[in-house]
């Protein structure tokens, strides 16, 4: 099993910057592929950004690139979201996902979540 907890959320004004951290547990995860999805009230959840551990590949929703970069620090077992230039419409639960295998934008091929943390962007 792994663990996921996310931290960093919060209330940025149009055009601020946030960053998510997100601490893995549980298991090493050198192997796996760890990203983010976010969530706004009434919509389904939706693919933001993910990363290949081994190899730091990183894959992004056109609605974030460049504006949003993924990383991740092997040492903390930690992966990132840098959120700059954020807009209303960011406004959302952002959760954290980790899964053995390649990099996808499906939320069910994501095994492992952890319990999201609010963004809320105001205008």
């Known amino acids: 099993q792994v663990q996921l907890v996310e931290s960093g959320g919060g209330l940025v004004q149009a055009g601020g910057s946030l960053r998510l951290s997100c601490v893995a547990s549980g298991r090493t995860v050198t192997s796996y592929t760890m990203g983010w999805f976010s969530q706004a009230p009434g919509k389904e959840r939706e693919f933001v950004a993910a990363i290949r551990w081994s190899s730091s590949s990183a894959y992004y929703a056109d609605s974030v690139k460049g504006r949003f970069t993924i990383s991740r620090d092997s040492a903390k077992n930690t992966v990132y979201l840098q959120m700059n230039s954020l807009k209303p419409e960011d406004t959302a639960v952002y959760f954290c996902?980790?899964?053995?295998?390649?990099?996808?934008?499906?939320?069910?091929?994501?095994?492992?979540w952890g319990q999201g943390t609010q963004v809320t962007v105001s205008s």
């Open positions: 996902v980790a899964n053995r295998a390649v990099i996808t934008t499906r939320p069910a091929d994501y095994d492992y």
